[in-house]
């Protein structure tokens, strides 16, 4: 009951304990944050009953500013038995949200672009996990399970042990990408190219700065002959960009553009095309500012 402030204490004193004590943790996921089981507290009195809404979130934000002020080195996810997960109270203490329990990709490519209408990219949780999916049971291949969660704050779930040489080689090449793309996602502008309730092709991109970072995922078979190109928004059409395509695996490059240098024009406009095959591919796309005396194809 964090409307009490023995409670608020008592977890205060437990956490100090425990950060205090173990310098080495940097992570923690709080969760529960927002589960009230019980209609009232013992601590509020009959005509302030109502309060308890009210009062256990304060004190619950009490809490997380005083282990952010104490422990600024601890990252703090939040997370919620039952939802509640975020608003922008929650985001002022906490480094990220959980935003689901269901970590298939092909689900998250449409929670990660509504949540993304209010929200950044930087806040939103988006792990890596085992397929089949544990909630789903859905197959997905690693490299479209990686796109989807590099859309966001990308995490790590996969079990060393249980994984192949080639998908451990995989997801260490991918994990140096995103650290190298993580400012573009993380702190750039949004545009969505491509709705995944729209089309069978979701995309969206990040621009910050001189460069940009694409995703494009296939949500299901493609069975149109050609499929139309992908035109990207955010850039400068004066400026040549050299567009690299990342995260590959045994497919090779699906786009027609793969190191090449493009003016932003040519990108905008007539947009880049990729050879769909079958369902769960995706792409990932670096887009970085050339110098001006570079030519354009």
Known sequence: DLSNPHVCRYILDAMRKLLGEHPGISYVKWDCNRKISDPGSPWL?????????????????????????????????????????????TMRRHHEFWTSDNTDAYERVFMQWGIGHLFPALSMAAHVTASPNHQTGRSTPLKFRFDV???????????????????????????????????????????????????????????????????????????????????LKGLNPAVRYLVREINMNEDGSLTNVHEQVLGGDFLMDAGIRIRWKKAFQSVCLEVAEMNPDTPAL
Not at 183 to 198: A, H, M, N
């Open 45 to 89: 009195d009959a005509c302030r009953q109502g309060n308890l809404p009210i009062d256990y979130v304060r004190g619950y934000e009490h809490v997380l500013d005083t282990l952010a002020a104490e422990f600024p080195d601890v990252i703090f996810q939040a997370c919620s038995s039952g939802g509640g997960r975020a608003d922008y109270g």
């Open 149 to 231: 969660a590099m859309s966001g704050r990308l995490g790590f779930e996969l079990q060393p042990c249980d994984m192949t040489e080639e998908d451990m080689a995989f997801a260490k090449r991918a994990l140096a990408e995103y650290k190298r793309i993580r400012p573009v996602v993380q702190f750039g502008d949004l545009y969505r190219l491509s709705s995944p309730y729209e089309s069978r092709v979701a995309s969206l991109m990040y621009v910050c700065g001189k460069r940009a970072v694409v995703f494009a995922w296939l949500m299901d078979k493609w069975l149109a002959d050609s499929p139309p190109p992908l035109r």
